[in-house]
């Protein structure tokens, strides 16, 4: 909880915030450690307790501190720094002495197990002994973010450079400092984004900065080691601004997973923090939108275990009901999304023919893993872009399978027909003998042949029997199909009952029951625009619904006004509001669990709101 810190942009962990003091500060933001003890700085180091044998001048030394410098500055309380070697119950009884009790804006160092307390900013405390250890590093940081606010800053000192602050900002940091710049200059080390270098290896200066423009690398070698160090010093911060700026302009775009996917080669633990951070799905996941306004680039093996990816494999497993027929068609995807707007997938459409009403469709791809027809519209599966060499990895072709094999033991059908070629087609004998199940092959060596889309459309022909769906209730499968996906099983029949009328061409559709609208369809993300009536039709489900008090919010309902929510909430989400006085819809801000703890913030996007009488 804090009155001085307010987050006003998300991606993933990264956030953009604001420090509300005397001067407005953004985040990620870097500390001068230089200034850090100036009664000028809006941000001041209380100093250690170590040099007080009594605690009460400690304390009266602060006060004094804040009384110079007024509430509006950022004082890190006086702290008794400790390596993270130090027997754990000498940090705690060491830190009680930290907590003085104080108006303004203050920061703590954050000790595991101490009773934690309201404070806007919260130190990492001996962050730069673990530099080089990836897991160490990112288990402390998860196990303080699980425990202090969601709307407190995170200050991780000494431990960033130029090369590892996106790394650092991705994983949920909000401060930095300067510190290995300034102690870089003094050692002859010219730091980039793209690792540091030795001055005297260095051939020319690969920056053009204002502490580089005028100078070049013999001139640096021939002044002496003061005016050597200013020059390099300047050019560190230069570089660690450049990257923080450019890290902010990355999360606007939501666009920092990309970025970091490249940036992490440069160092082997950055690549190592990527992937343990990848294994820590429910920290990740939590924070991620379901949503983003961009593309989903995949360019690498660890592409695939990105939240987005993984989130849309769960829900399949986890949410998906495919429509009532017998025979599935497994496809293989296209580069232009959605696939059903392909030139391939129009072939095989009208391949099909007559025969489609009987065939569900399941396109086959990397590294979505599977996609049913009914969601190829929904974020990420119309959205991503990967790398395509026709060379599938080991570790592709094992998740696909595994998607494909989990999809198949869940889902039973009297007949299985696989359109495809190469990497596809081994997939699909990979999991057909690891189920002893059977699997009828249509292509003869490309796909798109007229002799394989023929062979496609007789067999086809021939299998089709059984349980069949008309156009309408194709619609309503695709509706209640991503209904499920975004709210959860069940919601589908919920938001399209029986009874329930498709308006409005693909892919615009609108649910209506009589006169009354329920949903629309948003052609952007694949996901569903809630009215005011189907909220009224949800009202018997907990599901994404945020509780408030007894007031009729206007516009954008804040955190403080949310009294609670349901945790899987994630940003981006369709949730619906429930109060004494007034129900509405909106676009969650921020996670369910942010709502309910942060004191500060947009939590709802409110699109409609009703009254109640």
Not at 107 to 133: R, S, W
Not at 178 to 196: E, F, P, R, S, W
Not at 306 to 311: A, K, M, P, T
Request: include cysteine; charge should be negative; proline fraction near 5%.
């Amino acid at each position: 909880m804090t009155r001085y810190f307010e987050v006003h942009q998300r991606d993933g962990a990264a956030r953009i915030g604001k420090l509300l003091l005397k001067e407005t500060i953004q985040t990620p933001f870097i500390i001068d450690t230089r200034s850090l003890g100036s009664p000028e700085s809006l941000i001041i180091d209380g100093g250690s307790l170590w040099k007080y044998r009594d605690p009460e001048k400690g304390e009266n030394h602060f006060r004094e501190m804040r009384q110079i410098a007024g509430e509006d500055v950022l004082i890190i309380l006086p702290h008794q720094d400790l390596t993270p070697e130090a027997p754990h119950e000498l940090a705690i009884k060491l830190a009680e002495r930290s907590e003085i009790e104080t108006n303004g804006a203050t920061g703590i160092i954050y000790i595991p197990g101490q009773t934690v307390k309201e404070h806007d900013l919260y130190v990492m405390e001996g962050a730069g002994c673990f530099d080089n250890n990836a897991r160490h590093f990112l288990n402390t940081l998860i196990e303080m973010k699980n425990e202090i606010s969601p709307d407190t800053a995170v200050y991780a000192p000494n431990i960033c450079t130029p090369e590892n602050l996106a790394m650092l900002v991705y994983l949920g940091i909000d401060v930095l400092d300067n510190t290995k710049a300034i102690v870089a200059g003094h050692n002859d080390i010219y730091l980039t984004a793209a690792g540091q270098f030795y001055l005297d290896a260095l051939a020319e200066l690969p920056c053009r900065c204002s502490a580089c423009s005028s100078t070049d690398t013999s001139k640096l070698m021939e002044m002496d080691k003061k005016s050597r160090a200013a020059i390099l010093e300047r050019h560190n911060i230069n570089a660690m601004e450049a990257e923080a700026a450019l890290v902010r302009e990355k999360i606007r775009a939501g666009m920092l997973r990309e970025y970091i996917e490249g940036q992490c080669r440069v160092k082997p633990w950055l690549t190592a923090l990527m992937r343990l951070a990848d294994a820590q799905y429910n920290y990740m996941e939590s924070k991620s939108p379901i949503a983003r306004n961009n593309g989903l680039i995949a360019t690498c093996g660890e592409s695939q275990n990105r939240v987005e990816i993984v989130r849309f494999a769960r829900r399949i497993h986890e949410r998906y009901t495919p429509p009532e027929k017998d025979i599935l068609l497994l496809l293989p995807c296209s580069a232009k999304k959605p696939y059903s707007l392909s030139n391939s997938h129009w072939k095989f459409i009208n391949a099909l023919g007559k025969s489609r009403k009987y065939v569900h469709e399941v396109i086959i791809t990397s590294p979505l893993g599977i996609v049913p027809r009914e969601l190829e519209l929904t974020y990420p599966a119309a959205h991503y872009d990967t790398t395509v060499t026709g060379y599938w990895d080991a570790e592709e072709k094992e998740w696909v399978a595994s998607c494909l094999e989990k999809y198949l033991s869940q889902h039973q059908y009297t007949s299985i027909v696989a359109h495809v070629e190469d990497a596809y087609r081994l997939i699909c004998n990979m999991v057909a003998e690891k189920l002893g199940i059977d699997i009828i092959y249509t292509s003869l060596g490309s796909v798109t042949s007229p002799e394989s889309l023929r062979n496609l459309s007789e067999t086809m022909s021939g299998l089709c029997t059984g349980r069949k769906r008309g156009h309408e209730e194709t619609q309503k499968d695709l509706m209640k199909a991503v209904a499920d996906y975004q709210f959860g099983k069940g919601c589908g029949q919920i938001l399209v009952p029986d009874g329930s009328i498709i308006k409005g061409p693909f892919p615009k559709h609108q649910v209506f029951v009589g006169k009354k609208q329920l949903v629309t369809l948003i052609p952007q993300y694949g996901t569903l625009a809630v009215t005011i009536d189907g909220v009224n039709a949800m009202s018997d489900q907990s599901k994404y619904t945020v509780k408030i008090d007894d007031f009729v919010p206007r516009g954008s309902l804040l955190a403080p006004g949310v009294i609670d929510a349901d945790p899987s909430i994630r940003p981006n989400d369709e949730v619906f509001i429930n109060g004494k006085n007034a129900i509405g819809v909106g676009r969650a801000v921020m996670s369910g669990e942010e709502m309910k703890k942060a004191s500060r913030g947009v939590a709802v996007d409110l699109r409609h709101v009703k009254k109640i009488e």
